[in-house]
T-cell receptor, first 112, second 119 residues
Framework: QQQVKQSPQSLIVQKGGISIINCAYE??????FPWYQQFPGKGPALLIA?????SEKKEGRFTISFNKSAKQFSLHIMDSQPGDSATYFCAASMNRDDKIIFGKGTRLHILP | DVKVTQSSRYLVKRTGEKVFLECVQDMDHENMFWYRQDPGLGLRLIYFSYDVKMKEKGDIPEGYSVSREKKERFSLILESASTNQTSMYLCASNTGQGATSGASLGELFFGEGSRLTVL
């Protein structure tokens, strides 16, 4: 019930293309779904997050789509750039519990 | 800006040695966490702490202990290091549920990691 499943494990996208990373969860008590971005040699940093009362959140080229009934959420990176090459982690947590559960990560490479 | 500082970026230790990984945060956060990161396994929670002198086990606590004597400092201890503890260790902090800081509730702030090699 605590698991967050992330796919794909790695992804290669041409510059200007759309990168899509998917996550699924089982625990319906989760109510906060962040995405973290990690560059080599750095710790992860919050990229964008969503709560289940909305189906989509957009910040610049990054969009989270959330499907509560399917218990799935995804990150879309529009007009992908080489600078977006990083590892991306989806995550989930419950409001009553500060512990955040992470997916296994997706290594994204944007071809120049 | 929030800063989480891990004292050692790279460590090489021998099997059986005692290892201390130190982490300090400067934002007066209530919560602190230790994760380990391994390829293909993502970020796995070792221990976390909601308050000074409080600690709770995460998903993989075996072989580790922690200490939180001061609010800003959270230490990870490997009592007797083993080769399967070779990994990247990440410290993180965030605000507690009742806090009113400007950070998004739940946003974790990570250090840059400590890469430990056990020979």
């Amino acid at each position: 019930q605590q698991q967050v499943k992330q796919s794909p494990q790695s992804l290669i996208v041409q510059k200007g293309g759309i990168s899509i990373i998917n996550c699924a969860y089982e625990n319906t008590a989760f109510d906060y779904f962040p995405w973290y971005q990690q560059f080599p040699g750095k710790g992860p940093a919050l990229l964008i997050a969503i709560r289940p009362d909305v189906s989509e959140k957009k910040e610049g080229r990054f969009t989270i789509s959330f499907n509560k009934s399917a218990k799935q959420f995804s990150l879309h990176i529009m007009d992908s750039q080489p600078g977006d090459s990083a590892t991306y982690f989806c995550a989930a947590s419950m409001n009553r519990d500060d512990k955040i559960i992470f997916g296994k990560g997706t290594r994204l490479h944007i071809l120049p | 800006d929030v800063k989480v500082t891990q004292s050692s970026r790279y460590l090489v230790k021998r099997t059986g040695e005692k290892v201390f990984l130190e982490c300090v945060q400067d934002m007066d956060h209530e919560n602190m966490f230790w994760y380990r990161q391994d390829p293909g396994l993502g970020l796995r929670l070792i221990y976390f702490s909601y308050d000074v002198k409080m600690k709770e086990k995460g998903d993989i606590p075996e072989g580790y202990s922690v200490s939180r004597e001061k609010k800003e400092r959270f230490s990870l201890i490997l009592e007797s290091a083993s080769t399967n503890q070779t990994s990247m260790y990440l410290c993180a902090s965030n605000t507690g549920q009742g806090a009113t800081s400007g950070a998004s509730l739940g946003e974790l702030f990570f250090g840059e990691g400590s890469r430990l090699t056990v020979l």
